[in-house]
């Protein structure tokens, strides 16, 4: 496609080209729009202006002439490529105005995704681009925009008088040329003027390619994979040490029907084990792989003829150890018959409410609200037994492992109908199924807090060989994440510890020392969160209970002399001021201080507001550090640590 018909293309899909003209070899020249720029077009030239094939600032009909005829020469002659009449020549008005850029590129995971920001010649070294899906709505494209620094142009920056609408108008134009031209492997349009006419597209380049989508082999509807009633654990074991005891110990109490299978036979946990699936009468809708890898596909086989609508594949040794083959096998079972496959390589699954857990993570989980999906499993055991620890519960924990079958992006939306989630936590590795991902956190309702690793091409190797799965390009997963504004966090506790707080804005902190309340302050604010205000009831209140040079002020510096009886005292001032979120008790070790007396506060009452201690120091604050384990107190030993989830 030459230029003149890439710009006619361009044109019917509502983005706006400068004023231009095509003459011929020897043709009269005769255009009204100064000042010009004069560019051969010509298939035997491929890169222009390593020829001198364009001429810049021309200001006449004669001036354009004149370029012509040195432009011919100059091709001909220096750089020995012949041109005929079938070459041209094409005129176009040359603009001034900042440079920006928009393109879209065929991504591996997520399609067509289009990229806006910061253009000509050093848009590789500003990098100031945001990532947009093809089908985002407007509040996703102005959301990914502003995090541009561009973006300050369309909000009035300098007196600038452009306008959001006109970048949502020119996506949206894309995402129909794209979306109506599958075939479109790149699209760059560098530079795109923003000038006093809006947005115009100055230069651009299309590559195309054939377009092969995968059809999948399930022609029916999922089954729901929180739907467990008969379960069955193949690979129930004695041994202590194996997963298949730790899924069967963990397993007690379910609310349905639970069955043991061993070909050992014998008995485990006051169950009988039974030594084949055949013992089992009626259907198994749920089971759990604890075997060998050599067994999972004849056991496969034998399940599903027997109802079978979920299995959890704890096993390994699959694509991860190179056997991609037998892998992709269990996938093909699976959209045969319709049946859901978490895993293989996975720690499991727990449903808070039939209080299911068929994981070998800790057995010891609370009741709560969080839903967590996590590819690596060790990650997930890590996370389980932290939140144990800090008393927080879940409703749901997947491990999905290799993701032969179930991603995150098929299970959120099972989550998002469950009423017992109530947010989703993610921690993934790599994905395959982009678009759909993309497609369900748009449709969810409920907010979901991400990390991912494979952030660095040496870890996205690590991931690669963990999991099998490839970790993709993270800025542009990242963009697409937070353009769907999932809370992507930069740290796997905050996985846990921001669904807590996510709502929070206004936080109060009670301190012994001013300057790590300012260092603290400083951290709030660097997160987005600010610190509540102190109105004159609230001061009063204050000046009622502290000493006379008290900070007035939040940070509530409560004076480097504070014991317990002050912390306890400032506490049940602040947990009744309305409008504050949650309550950081910083503790700094003065001689005086009393750190274990002020968190023991903590047992002795029950706040309105989360109180989160802030242990500052080494030994002479440990035993408050260890009254807080044993008690599961939330507390952090640093600032840092303290706001990493906020």
């Given at each position: 496609m030459t230029e003149s018909e890439l710009y006619q293309w361009l044109g019917k899909y509502g983005i706006k080209t400068p004023c231009c003209k095509v003459v011929g070899m020897n043709e009269e020249i005769s255009v009204d729009f100064f000042p010009a720029v004069l560019k051969i077009q010509s298939p035997k030239v491929i890169h222009k202006s390593d020829v001198g094939g364009v001429i810049l600032n021309l200001n006449s009909n004669e001036e354009i002439k004149n370029a012509r005829e040195k432009m011919k020469k100059n091709i001909q002659d220096v750089h020995k490529i012949p041109l005929d009449n079938n070459d041209c020549f094409i005129i176009t008005q040359m603009l001034q105005g900042e440079e920006l850029y928009i393109g879209s590129v065929e991504d591996n995971v997520f399609g067509n995704v289009i990229l806006f920001g910061?253009?000509?010649?050093?848009?590789?070294?500003?990098?100031?681009?945001?990532?947009?899906?093809?089908?985002?709505?407007?509040?996703?494209?102005?959301?990914?925009?502003?995090?541009?620094?561009?973006?300050?142009?369309?909000?009035?920056?300098?007196?600038?008088?452009?306008?959001?609408?006109?970048?949502?108008?020119?996506?949206?134009?894309i995402q129909k040329l794209i979306n109506e031209n599958p075939d479109i492997k790149e699209l760059d349009i560098n530079p795109l003027k923003l000038t006093k006419d809006g947005l115009i597209a100055v230069d651009a380049r299309i590559k195309k390619s054939s377009s092969i989508s995968k059809e999948s082999l399930r022609k029916s509807t999922r089954p729901d994979f929180l739907h467990n009633q008969r379960v069955a654990i193949i690979g129930a074991s004695t041994?202590?040490?194996?997963?298949?005891?730790?899924?069967?110990?963990?397993?007690?109490?379910?609310?349905?029907?639970?069955?043991?299978?061993?070909?050992?036979?014998?008995?485990?946990?006051?169950?009988?084990?039974?030594?084949?699936?055949?013992?089992?009468?009626?259907?198994?809708?749920?089971?759990?792989?604890?075997?060998?890898?050599?067994?999972?596909?004849?056991?496969?086989?034998?399940?599903?003829?027997?109802g079978l609508k979920n299995l959890i594949v704890i096993t390994a040794g699959f694509k991860e150890s190179g056997h991609q083959e037998e892998e992709l096998e269990i996938g093909k079972l699976a959209e045969e018959n319709n049946f859901n496959v978490l895993g293989p390589n996975c720690l499991g699954y727990f449903n808070d409410s039939t209080n299911l857990n068929l994981t070998f993570g800790t057995g010891n989980l609370k009741t709560g609200h969080l839903a967590f999906i996590s590819q690596s499993g060790a990650v997930l055991a890590g996370l389980m037994d932290y939140a144990n620890a800090l008393d927080i519960g879940f409703s749901h924990i997947m491990s999905t492992g290799n993701a032969v079958d179930l991603e995150s992006s098929d299970?959120?939306?099972?989550?998002?109908?469950?009423?017992?989630?109530?947010?989703?936590?993610?921690?993934?590795?790599?994905?395959?199924?982009?678009?759909?991902?993309?497609?369900?956190?748009?449709?969810?309702?409920?907010?979901?807090?991400?990390?991912?690793?494979?952030?660095?091409?040496?870890?996205?190797?690590?991931?690669?060989?963990?999991?099998?799965?490839?970790?993709?390009?993270?800025?542009?997963?990242?963009?697409?994440?937070?353009?769907?504004?999932?809370?992507?966090?930069?740290?796997?506790?905050?996985?846990?510890?921001?669904?807590?707080?996510?709502?929070?804005?206004?936080?109060?902190?009670?301190?012994?020392?001013?300057?790590?309340?300012?260092?603290?302050?400083?951290?709030?604010?660097?997160?987005?969160?600010?610190?509540?205000?102190?109105?004159?009831?609230?001061?009063?209140?204050?000046?009622?209970?502290?000493?006379?040079?008290?900070?007035h002020n939040n940070p509530i510096d409560i004076i480097g002399d504070a014991l317990a009886d002050r912390y306890k005292a400032s506490l049940d001032v602040v947990d009744n001021f309305d409008g504050v979120d949650f309550i950081y008790m910083l503790i700094t070790p003065q001689d005086m201080t009393d750190p274990l007396g002020s968190v023991k506060i903590l047992k002795e009452k029950t706040y309105k507001h989360k109180v989160i201690p802030i242990l500052i120091g080494g030994n002479m604050v440990e035993e408050a550090r260890i009254f807080c384990k044993t008690n599961k107190i939330l507390f952090f030993s640093s600032i840092t640590e303290a706001t990493s989830f906020l």
């Open positions: 910061k253009g000509g010649i050093y848009l590789e070294l500003y990098k100031d681009i945001c990532y947009i899906d093809s089908n985002a709505q407007e509040d996703e494209i102005l959301r990914a925009f502003k995090n541009t620094k561009i973006s300050k142009l369309f909000e009035g920056y300098r007196g600038s008088n452009h306008q959001m609408i006109e970048v949502i108008t020119l996506v949206k134009n041994d202590k040490t194996k997963a298949g005891y730790v899924v069967a110990k963990n397993s007690i109490g379910f609310k349905g029907e639970l069955f043991f299978v061993n070909q050992k036979g014998g008995q485990l946990l006051e169950k009988p084990l039974l030594k084949s699936i055949e013992e089992i009468q009626g259907n198994i809708d749920t089971a759990v792989l604890a075997i060998p890898a050599k067994f999972v596909i004849p056991t496969i086989k034998e399940l599903i003829p027997r299970l959120i939306p099972m989550l998002d109908r469950d009423p017992n989630a109530k947010s989703i936590s993610l921690y993934l590795e790599g994905i395959s199924k982009g678009k759909e991902l993309l497609k369900n956190i748009r449709n969810t309702k409920k907010p979901i807090f991400l990390f991912k690793s494979g952030k660095s091409e040496e870890a996205a190797k690590a991931a690669f060989s963990h999991t099998g799965n490839l970790s993709g390009n993270y800025d542009m997963f990242s963009g697409l994440m937070k353009s769907l504004n999932v809370r992507v966090v930069d740290n796997i506790e905050a996985l846990i510890l921001k669904p807590l707080f996510h709502n929070s804005k206004e936080i109060a902190i009670i301190t012994n020392a001013g300057g790590p309340g300012t260092v603290l302050t400083d951290a709030i604010v660097a997160r987005g969160k600010k610190l509540y205000s102190l109105n004159e009831q609230n001061i009063r209140a204050l000046n009622a209970i502290l000493p006379e040079h008290w900070s």
